[in-house]
């Protein structure tokens, strides 16, 4: 298994919460990550200790995890980890009497596929009792072996001196072979040849289980057309109507599917940065994909190189540069606290990052000769009335170059 970047910050959680809950979409490597760290707790305590492990994608688990979450916590017994809670919301219940009453740190870990479902639970019954981190596919950092080493982006010298030192250099075939492939650590390992395949059976996968599981679609075909028309749209200002139109369903229904997206953590909306002080932002997020070889394969792409020469290639590019940033943060156990600006005068900056009470703006660009003049490209940020930091070009140059006093052109290899 490549080092995860999560590793760290999951055994610092463990050692500080009782419960622990990894979220991520199905396939992305959670349980495979828990039952590592696992094995090396394990070995750490000369084996005097063994974590359980039950999965709810057992259906007699599942049953007795709904009907009788006590006896289910006596028939696994803590330490233990337990895959796909989010079928059995009764269990955290029962998990709060127990963590009330041994108060052990790590007694608990939970994996889940639906975030936004497991919330509710989890802020009723476990309120600071638990640890919630998110696990996204491979980070390129993580599929090239250096995801220990790994830092959240944000593109100031200290980042950058680290980078620098880490990254290797990747050619524009290189790059859109790793966006067209994804992230997914099995087809990552398996490669290319397996793609068309990996994908089918996923969304398959995923028509036949989660759907059903957690909304009521009558038309799965609607609904596969509906994930085409989403993923066609990635990198763009979110218009549901539009997709509604397209796949001929009514807004209501394009609404609850795009939150179904959401909670299974396969698209990720990014909303406008707005202050009191500024009131001509658009309101609509932007769509993102968190997996682009998903994206790459709904809307039809069937190699890299077309994907580079096609229609798709800026968005692509730009899907796989945020969803990159969103990782170098989850995996390092933090919040991402990422925006994007756009004013009705379409003035647009791709990425806000915001840390403390500065914003640092990140432009997104399909190039090997970014402008100079990108500083006074993020001077209509200035307006917000909030201190401005280092900003960046992420771009295609082989390595960082100063484009101003306080903008540097950063390489994708960076990330």
Same mark, same amino acid.
């Given at each position: ?21 990894? =979220?991520?979409? *199905? ?23 063994? *974590? ?36 059995? #919301? ?5 998990i709060k009497l127990h963590v009330d009453r041994h108060r052990r740190p790590g007694d608990f870990w939970l994996t889940g596929s639906q975030k936004f479902h497991l919330m509710k639970g989890i802020s009723e019954s476990l309120a600071g009792r638990v640890a919630i981190l998110d696990l ?20 100031? =010298? ?36 397996? *793609? ?58 394009? =609404? ?110 399909? =190039? ?21 930091? #280092? ?25």
């Open positions: 298994m490549k080092p995860r970047t999560l590793t760290s910050a999951l055994r610092i959680a463990s050692a500080g919460f009782p419960v622990v809950l990894l =979220t991520g979409p *199905r396939q992305v490597g959670k349980t495979t990550l828990l039952q590592m760290c696992a094995q090396e707790e394990a070995a750490a305590a000369g084996d005097a200790v063994r *974590r359980a492990y039950v999965t709810l994608d057992d259906l007699d688990a599942r049953e007795l995890a709904r009907r009788d979450p006590a006896l289910f916590l006596q028939t696994w017994p803590a330490p233990v980890l337990i895959d796909e809670v989010q079928y059995a #919301p009764q269990l955290f219940s029962a996204l596919g491979l980070s390129q950092a993580e599929a090239a072996g250096r995801g220990a080493e790994a830092q959240p982006f944000v593109p100031t =010298t200290t980042w950058l001196e680290g980078a620098r030192r880490r990254a290797a250099p990747v050619s524009l075939q290189q790059l859109y072979q790793r966006i067209w492939l994804g992230g997914f650590p099995a087809l990552n390992e398996q490669g290319p040849p397996a *793609r068309e395949l990996f994908f089918r059976s996923y969304v398959q996968t995923y028509l036949q289980r989660d759907v059903p599981e957690l909304l009521r679609v009558s038309d799965l075909l609607a609904f596969n057309r509906f994930l085409a028309a989403t993923a066609a749209r990635t990198g763009q200002l979110l218009n549901i109507a539009s997709i509604a139109r397209d796949v001929d369903i009514d807004h209501k229904t394009a =609404t609850a599917w795009l939150s179904l997206l959401e909670a299974s953590g396969l698209v990720y909306l990014l909303h406008p940065f707005h202050t009191n002080l500024s009131k001509r932002l658009v309101k609509a997020p932007k769509l993102y994909f968190l997996d682009t070889g998903l994206a790459a394969w709904l809307s039809r792409w069937p190699d890299a190189a077309s994907l580079e020469a096609g229609s798709l290639s800026g968005a692509m590019l730009e899907t796989w540069a945020v969803t990159e940033v969103i990782k170098s943060w989850w995996h390092s156990g933090r919040e991402a606290f990422v925006h994007f600006y756009r004013d009705v005068d379409q003035q647009e900056v791709d990425l806000l990052i915001e840390q403390g009470d500065t914003l640092y703006p990140v432009e997104i660009k399909k =190039t090997a000769s970014p402008s100079q003049h990108a500083r006074r490209h993020f001077r209509v940020l200035e307006k917000l009335g909030r201190p401005i930091g #280092p900003g960046a070009v992420l771009c295609l140059v082989p390595r960082d170059v100063p484009l101003s006093a306080d903008v540097t052109a950063i390489p994708m290899s960076y990330l």
